[in-house]
């Protein structure tokens, strides 16, 4: 048992770059720069969803800015940040989508000067979830809820 346990040590320690006593101060390094890592490359991946995302915005009928897209490569909270980045400029809604164990995560945000109720077009949509009037979040079986939203903001507008 102590040489399998030695053999192991061992092991880990040349993963880690280290020797046994080292080990793990190692790999907690590691650990963190992999986190840290994980950070930025979301960071990233946002910045490049919300490239995209404003190049396919589209005139709502009263001139504000309508960004709807299911997004593919983000989780909830880049989806979050994307809306809020998209919608800070002023006159925006942003209705976004991202694969989750649930189908798709959505969320609804509009900038401050819109009156529109995105809880209500949320649940009006078939989304489950809820929120308040400026941002709402949930859950759909899948994208084909922005197309129902879509509709809807251009009604509204």
Known sequence: YLQQCAWAAQKIAKEVSSDIPGAHEAYL???ESAKENRQQLMLRLTDAAIDAIQN????LPDG???YVQHVPFLDRAGLIHA???LTKGGNAVAILSCPDKNGCAVIF???DDRGED???LLRACGARGGGKSDMAQGSAADESILA???EM?????
Not at 56 to 59: A, P
Not at 153 to 157: E, M, P, S
Request: positive net charge; without cysteine.
């Open 83 to 85: 809306a809020g980045t």
């Open 29 to 31: 390094r590691e650990k």
């Open 56 to 59: 396919g915005g589209e005139k």
């Open 118 to 120: 995105m809880s209500s």
């Open 64 to 66: 504000g800015m309508m």
């Open 148 to 150: 129902a939203a879509k």
């Open 109 to 111: 945000l509009r900038s």
């Open 153 to 157: 903001l251009v009604k509204q507008a």
